[in-house]
């Protein structure tokens, strides 16, 4: 692959960056690291900003930062490797891999882990699964097995942090080594990723970056409370060697085509519907080009790969700031530069919008802009999360680009319970796609700003 600099993005990246209030800081400067990988080769490959604040050390390319649930396509493809040995079924129960599962998991698959459908009931917000406790297979088994399950194995999707950990210990169970062992054995070493490791603190990594958080108008260090993510969110990488990972994705030598395939399938529930999500992989279409795709998020770090499947064309995003969806929104914008139909810009109104609900919609959002929240249009635990600090500053910052000029509809879902609309917002300044939801009682569950350019 051959690095070329000759794409002068810092402008784009900082308006991106402006989007999150983080240039507001006097000393603070975009913090991240992206990859551009077209045709099989890297047309960019740069660090922007700070790798550590306080010292004032620039990211360049080389530098190191955790990747979160991004792992979980390479913990997914280590067990397709073993798949492909014989080691591992896929529809095999998850009990002849662990013996100290409980009774309860009698029907979770290994499938069932994989796609986030076990109904084992993830870790993330509980206590006791912290990464000071080091707890070992059976020790953690007992711990999260305490809980039961959320829903019928196969019966519908609900992010499982507690499943990929599983994963990680059956790829231990049967491979006789530890999963870090094996990953460095047959992934890392094999592939060149030699600044891929685990994130655990006590390892000494060279130019790993600091994480950071912004809280009440201000940057901040991360908790250093760290969740043991395991084999579902601990890998630190640098673009340059994802960027190697997304190589060997493209040929059939590291994984054959039919693991591969399985891999981007979108998921089958037991009522013989679909779900877009694969083998660690969000498995979608994004106005018209085929996508697949994961976010990473951890204390102080954000992270994205998206791969437009038909376009050949591979954006990955790592930051050290680590606001929600921070990575996925800067995916989204360099793609943008690369896929010019994808834009806000040229996307098109839909003829059947409702004229009542769309009033609705538009007065609401003003509502939230102007700080006069209308409560009689949101539900309780929607106006809660819209009146937060955090809320009302990203309202001012959306607001200071102008009043709204054109309220448009652009399409809907309509879920078993509640329905999705989206509208493009046009400013004076900036363009926005707004997603609300709707409750039965036509009350908005939720408000969400899902783009902007």
Not at 4 to 14: E, G, H, M, T, V
Not at 75 to 89: P, S
Not at 390 to 410: C, T
């Amino acid at each position: 692959m051959r690095v070329i600099s000759n794409f002068c993005d810092f402008d784009f990246i900082k308006y991106i960056l402006a989007t999150k209030r983080i240039l507001r800081h006097a000393n603070l400067r975009a913090i991240e690291q992206k990859a551009v990988v077209k045709h099989g080769r890297i047309v960019k490959a740069e660090g922007y900003g700070l790798a550590n604040v306080e010292l004032n050390v620039p990211a360049t390319k080389e530098t190191v930062f955790e990747i979160g649930s991004i792992t979980k396509q390479i913990t997914a493809a280590v067990v397709m490797l073993l798949v492909e040995e014989g080691k591992i079924n896929t529809n095999e129960k998850i009990g002849r891999y662990l013996p100290s599962a409980p009774e309860a998991w009698n029907k979770v698959t290994v499938r069932h882990l994989l796609t986030h459908t076990s109904g084992v009931k993830s870790y993330t917000g509980l206590s006791g699964f912290e990464l000071t406790k080091r707890l070992k297979r059976d020790e953690f088994i007992k711990a999260i097995g305490a809980y039961p399950l959320e829903f019928e194995p196969g019966e519908r999707y609900i992010y499982s942090n507690s499943g990929y950990n599983l994963l990680g210990f059956i790829i231990e169970s049967v491979s006789g080594k530890s999963y870090w062992d094996f990953l460095q054995e047959r992934i890392f070493k094999p592939l060149g990723m030699n600044q891929t490791a685990n994130r655990d603190p006590q390892f000494i990594v060279p130019n790993r970056a600091d994480g950071y958080e912004w809280e009440n108008g201000k940057l901040v260090g991360r908790d250093y409370d760290l969740t043991d993510v395991f084999s579902a969110g601990a890998i630190v990488s640098t673009v340059v060697d994802l960027a190697k990972w997304d190589a060997a994705l493209r040929g059939d030598t590291f994984l054959k085509k039919e693991s591969k395939a399985q891999i981007w399938t979108p998921v089958v529930f037991n009522d013989g519907k679909l779900y877009p999500y694969g083998f660690g992989w969000n498995v979608t279409e994004f106005r018209g080009h085929k996508l697949v795709s994961h976010g990473g998020q951890t204390a102080g770090f954000a992270a994205n790969i998206s791969r437009y499947v038909d376009d050949d064309l591979t954006v990955i995003v790592l930051t050290n700031l680590g606001d929600i969806g921070l990575g996925g929104m800067i995916a989204r914008g360099i793609a943008k530069i690369y896929l010019s139909n994808i834009s806000l810009r040229v996307m098109k109104a839909e003829s059947r919008a409702d004229v009542k609900l769309t009033n609705l919609f538009q007065n609401a959002l003003r509502s939230y802009l102007e700080d006069r929240l209308d409560a009689n249009s949101f539900t309780n635990k929607s106006r809660a999360a819209l009146t937060t600090e955090r809320a009302k500053l990203n309202a001012k910052r959306i607001a200071s680009y102008g009043a709204i000029k054109n309220f448009i509809y652009v399409g809907g879902e309509n879920p078993d319970k509640n329905k999705i609309y989206r509208y493009k917002v046009e400013t004076p300044k900036r363009i926005f796609l707004w997603r609300f939801e709707l409750d039965e009682n036509r009350k908005i569950i939720a408000l969400v700003l899902e783009e902007e350019e």
